[in-house]
């Protein structure tokens, strides 16, 4: 049990800095995304309603599998966890874009018109008015998909990362003790998630006061 | 500059179209299951005892914050360890994949069952109705039609999950295509043909059950 502990650990370690990587940098690609759907022209609106529609409907397995197996087929040379952040990353983007949209669309006209009247520019709009208001909104739904994210952080166990997951199978491939390792693993997604959502309905209630 | 070449891909064809089917069916078995399973624990939650309230919420806490794919690994791999080696790797997955559609579908019922109005239940009652009957007659078809969108992501999510299975190499979709990657090295043509595939299975879904939703919407 003790022995296998380090191995556990370091798994743990990259399923939280794979996790955090992706909502890094999906959460980049969705609020920009988000933007361009709410504000873009109609060619950038196009582009980026196909990427999320498109991203929305292949499994995230299977975007991995194209990155870490495609990528090397055209010339470009990319780690397995390099790969599997990249493929969760577009998926988690396209999710948070839609998440975007939705709740800046759901912010009532009104706002927008008294900003336009008080003088503020778009960016203004955007930081003063806008923004404060979607984060409310936003949040609970962007809390579900960190959630899920670290979920689907298990899968890039399957392009050889040594993740939490792929760690405990590991250790219960060597010692037969299922019952006691998967259960660890469990507990420790557990933690990591029900910590997450907590965290995130806490949030939630101190926003939605101020 | 990468050179495409389609037939191999095509050639296998059947592969990926067998794979498609396996996983449309799959994600169909485990949405049943899983209904039977998330039923129960709904109803265990908003009208049961203590300790069953308790165990269900439990189980639903638990699967839904937990990874797919280590609850194959422990079907799969953990069960026969301790001793259980009932299942071949399709019947596995199924097994897994029900557990956690479950765990969702009990907070979709749940959602359902408290959208049922107390007047309806209060109405059902006052006709001499039991309570098994009040679930079967009234409680459950309300409940089913509030549900009924929510039902229909499970399923996109349960098909798409059923690439998993692909770790345990049930033939699937995806695992499909990774076979035909490995015996011809086409890795750009099946992941664009796959992607494709799994994109028009999910669109057409959703359009069957937008039909569906039309037809039995909840009227007010």
Not at chain 1, 167 to 181: D, I, N, P, Y
Not at chain 2, 126 to 147: C, D, E, K, S, W
Request: proline share 3%; hydrophobic share 55%.
């Amino acid at each position: 049990m003790l022995s296998s502990a380090p191995l556990i650990a370091r798994g743990l370690l990259i399923t939280l800095l794979v996790s955090a990587c992706v909502l890094l940098l999906g959460s980049v690609i969705g609020v920009g995304g988000g933007l361009g759907l709410l504000y873009g022209g109609r060619p950038l609106r196009l582009v980026v309603r196909f990427y999320v529609d498109t991203l929305r409907g292949i499994p995230q397995l299977v975007l991995i599998f194209a990155i870490f197996y495609g990528f090397p087929a055209i010339g470009l040379q990319v780690s397995a966890m390099i790969a599997g952040i990249l493929a969760l990353s577009l998926f988690c983007g396209a999710h948070v874009a839609e998440i975007v949209r939705g709740a800046v669309a759901s912010i009532p006209r009104g706002q927008t018109d008294a900003a336009l009247g008080l003088g503020l520019s778009f960016r203004q709009r955007l930081r003063h008015v806008i923004f404060p208001q979607a984060v409310v909104r936003i949040l609970p739904a962007w809390v579900n998909t960190a959630v899920e994210i670290i979920k689907s952080s298990s899968l890039v166990s399957l392009v050889s990362v040594v993740d939490l997951t792929m760690a405990v199978q590991q250790v219960v491939g060597r010692t037969r003790e299922a019952l006691l390792f998967y259960a660890v693993a469990a507990a420790l997604y557990f933690l990591l998630n029900f910590t997450l959502s907590m965290a995130g309905r806490r949030l939630e209630r101190r926003f939605s006061h101020a | 500059m990468y050179q495409f070449n389609w037939r191999p891909v095509f050639d296998n064809f059947d592969l990926l179209l067998k794979g498609l089917v396996l996983g449309i069916g799959i994600a169909l078995v485990s949405l049943a299951i899983g209904s039977i399973i998330g039923l129960a624990a709904a109803f265990c939650r908003v009208h049961g005892a203590r300790p069953l309230k308790f165990l269900a919420a439990a189980y639903v806490e638990l699967v839904r914050n937990v990874p797919l794919l280590l609850i194959i690994y422990f079907v799969y791999f953990g069960l026969p360890l301790l001793g259980l080696s009932l299942f071949d790797n399709t019947w596995s997955f199924v097994l897994a994949l029900s557990v956690y559609a479950g765990a969702y579908l009990a907070e979709v019922f749940r959602a359902g069952i408290e959208a049922v109005g107390k007047g309806q239940i209060e109405a059902a009652r006052a006709i001499g109705l039991t309570r098994l009957q009040v679930a079967r007659h009234v409680t459950i078809p309300l409940m089913f039609r509030v549900a009924l969108p929510s039902l229909g992501n499970t399923f996109i999510s349960l098909f798409k999950d059923t690439s998993v299975a692909s770790a345990i190499a049930v033939p699937e979709l995806t695992y499909g295509a990774i076979r035909i990657n490995v015996n011809t090295w086409r890795v750009i043509e099946v992941y664009l043909v796959v992607g494709l595939m799994y994109l028009a299975a999910c669109y057409a879904i959703a359009a069957l059950l937008r039909q569906a939703e039309h037809r039995y919407r909840v009227m007010h």
